[in-house]
Nanobody, 119 residues
Framework: QVQLVESGGGLVQAGGSLRLSCAAS????????MGWFRQAPGKEREFVGS????????YYADSVKGRFTISRVNAKNTVYLQMNSLKPEDTAVYYC????????????WGQGTQVTVSS
């Protein structure tokens, strides 16, 4: 089994920054993508961004492009989500997820971390 543990959430004022971390542990797997998703109250879970594990290439939802940055440290099996210029509409539970090589979807998910942006 693979475990994903997010950390770094909290309460921040609009315009502020937070950095989320997601550490993977457990069974060794070949990682294709690590993704970040979020779910606000009463809304569907939405894609925030992802990083191709081997190449380091990143992809972002339009709503966060230019404000959020995903990075990873392979040796630590950790992926980060740096969030700048936060807006109240960024308030959500943020989840990291892992897509294995050969899988068509993200099969492993963390427990989520709450991010609240006050206006």
């Amino acid at each position: 089994q693979v475990q994903l543990v997010e950390s770094g959430g909290g309460l921040v004022q609009a315009g502020g920054s937070l950095r989320l971390s997601c550490a993977a542990s457990g069974r060794a797997v070949s990682v294709y993508n690590m993704g970040w998703f979020r779910q606000a109250p009463g809304k569907e879970r939405e894609f925030v961004g992802s990083i191709r594990w081997s190449a380091g290439s990143t992809y972002y939802a339009d709503s966060v492009k230019g404000r959020f940055t995903i990075s990873r440290v392979n040796a630590k099996n950790t992926v980060y989500l740096q969030m700048n210029s936060l807006k109240p509409e960024d308030t959500a539970v943020y989840y990291c997820a892992l897509q294995r090589l050969g899988d068509i979807s993200y099969e492993y998910w963390g427990q989520g971390t709450q991010v609240t942006v006050s206006s």
